[in-house]
């Protein structure tokens, strides 16, 4: 009953390097999105994509990368660390008719901190 | 991005109150999902809305979806101790989910 694994659960980075958080989930749902959340702040979104080959920006697109060569994964990708992504990484997938979500299930989060 | 309005924004209760909380919008939606986040963990699931005037329940908490499609709210009843945590709805547009800005909640024992 694995639902949406998120790895790392922690990572530390020098600035300017770079690293992929990983997100697999196996329910077999075609959105999969990533969410930045900054303390006592909501969740941001990053990146998401609404199936195999198709990814989308979200709201704070600069500095991550993402691709999705399979239903079950979507990893993103931070090209150069800065201290100002030091945050808590969230995958999330779904289903989603287009105009209408459906639950979305959460990974248990990514804590990143950029030195 | 959009957001939803919630309220209250924080609130402290005493165990064994009621609690309520809601969001609002001035755009109409087909879903409204709440969730739950304690700290150092992912949003977890509470109640899933998918019908105007649907309400449900899920032990102690029930929700409803508004009949204008515009507003849900979210009861807590008995409230204990372990109820404290963030408490936020959500709801879908074109491919991004809307979130509202969040309750905290702190239970005073």
């Known amino acids: ?17 770079s690293m992929t958080l990983q ?20 969740l941001r979104l990053i990146h998401y994509s609404v199936g195999a080959g198709i990814t989308d920006q979200g709201e ?19 090209l150069s660390a800065a201290p100002s992504q030091t945050s808590v990484y969230f995958c999330a997938s779904s289903f989603y008719t287009g105009t209408s979500g459906n639950t979305i299930y959460f990974g248990e989060g990514s804590w990143l901190t950029v030195v | 991005g959009q957001q939803l309005n919630q309220s209250p924004q924080s609130m402290f209760i005493q165990e064994g109150e009621d609690v309520s909380m809601n969001c609002t919008s001035s755009s109409i939606f087909n879903t409204w999902l ?12 509470l109640i899933a809305l998918y019908k105007a005037g649907e309400l449900t329940s ?52």
């Open chain 2, 34 to 45: 709440w969730y739950k986040q304690e700290p150092g963990e992912g949003p977890v699931l």
């Open chain 2, 58 to 109: 899920n032990g102690r908490l029930t929700a409803q979806f508004g009949i204008t499609r515009k507003d849900s709210f979210l009861n807590i009843s008995a409230s204990i101790p372990s109820d404290v945590g963030i408490y936020f709805c959500l709801t879908s547009g074109t491919y991004k989910y809307i979130f509202g800005t969040g309750t905290r909640l702190k239970v005073l024992a």
């Open chain 1, 1 to 17: 009953n694995a639902g949406v694994t998120q790895t790392p659960k922690f990572q530390v980075l020098k600035t300017g390097q």
């Open chain 1, 23 to 42: 997100c697999a989930q196996d329910m077999n749902h075609e959105y999969m999105s990533w969410y930045r959340q900054d303390p006592g702040m909501g």
């Open chain 1, 60 to 78: 704070v697109p600069n500095g991550y990368n993402v691709s999705r060569s399979t239903t079950e994964d979507f990893p993103l990708r931070l």
